[in-house]
């Protein structure tokens, strides 16, 4: 893949934020982006992504998606690459085509779709996605929830050797089927998994994402924030006052970090409708990444909140 105050609120006081000059590159210039291999190459990837599930399903609304085209410029601008989408996303992928088309500087996209069909037309989905997406090819192409991978695995191993896709894997969400997919990890030469994990939702860590490890397979983390949950917990709480010692300035920041910070994730995948939320994300790109007692802190923090 080319590589091109301790109180804070999500929907607080942003206006400053927002009105500020974005200067592309500016946080790397006084900071180092965090980045994480892949382990299959040995490629490494910013640690921070983004999804593109209901956010980027706007269809063809001109404002909605000149929206969705500064979020992009600004995920970029600050160094993100991995962009995932689905066929299931109903108009995402094409948006997503539709403000890559526009956008000056996208020399760091890492393009991630999935197969999501009962059947066995993987080549006809893979190739509708890519002419919507508008990219020459795939760098990551996932089996999306386990759906028919029995078909779907071989022939995107096939797609693998012929070039048109560089990495392969397999999804799940919201905690599911991870036994299932406890068995693919072990029988199956896959790339990536996709699952859930969050500072609440930590089920991963028990056989998962040791297992990733074990294997040499990444993984990237779904559902970092549970759907918004997260903010609605604890938004309007403090932030800890060691939040500074594991490089969080605000929530996001803090849930971001905590996930990114385990060994076995490689990267995680936020999403936002919302500018300002976005450089909220991407600022967990940058600073220090908690170390194993400042996680069992953040997970004591937020468990006697």
């Known amino acids: 893949m080319p590589m091109h105050p301790t109180r804070s609120t999500r929907r607080g006081v942003l206006a400053g934020i927002a009105a500020a000059p974005f200067v592309r590159g500016a946080a790397s210039a ?6 994480k291999p892949i382990p ?5 990837i910013p640690a921070i992504g983004m999804g593109t599930w209901i956010t980027f399903n706007v269809g063809d609304d001109s404002d909605l998606r000149r929206d969705r085209l500064a979020i992009l410029d600004t995920f970029f601008a600050r160094g993100g690459g991995l962009i995932d989408s689905s066929p299931m996303y109903g108009s995402s992928q094409a ?3 539709w403000c890559l088309e526009r956008l000056d500087d996208t020399g760091g996209l890492l393009a991630a779709d999935k197969i999501w069909t ?8 893979l190739e509708a996605s890519r ?3 508008g990219v020459e090819r795939f760098d990551l192409v996932q089996v999306h929830n386990l759906l028919n991978w029995r078909e779907h695995l071989p022939a995107l191993r096939r797609a693998k050797e012929e070039g048109r896709v560089r990495h392969i894997g397999v999804t799940t969400s919201h905690g599911r089927r991870h036994d299932e997919l406890e068995r693919l990890m072990r029988a ?6 996709q699952l859930t994990y969050n500072v609440l939702d930590r089920e991963a860590e028990d056989r998962l994402l040791p297992l990733a490890a074990e294997r040499g397979i990444a993984v990237i983390a779904n559902r970092p924030y549970r759907r918004k949950q997260l903010f ?5 709480r403090p932030l800890p006052p060691w939040a500074g010692e594991v490089g969080a300035t605000n929530w996001a920041e803090f849930f971001l970090k905590f996930v990114v910070s ?4 490689t990267c995680a995948i936020p999403a936002t409708s919302q500018r300002v939320h976005m450089r909220e994300n991407m600022g967990a790109l940058y600073g220090r990444l908690p170390e194993a007692r400042d996680r069992r802190r953040m997970v004591d923090w937020v468990e006697q909140l």
């Open 30 to 35: 006084e900071q180092a982006m965090i980045t």
């Open 262 to 265: 385990h060994p076995a994730v």
């Open 118 to 125: 009962r059947w066995g037309d993987t080549f006809e989905q």
């Open 232 to 236: 609605r917990l604890y938004q309007d």
């Open 95 to 97: 948006v997503v085509g």
């Open 40 to 44: 299959a190459t040995g490629e490494r």
């Open 131 to 133: 002419r919507r997406w």
């Open 188 to 193: 199956e030469p896959l790339d990536v998994v």
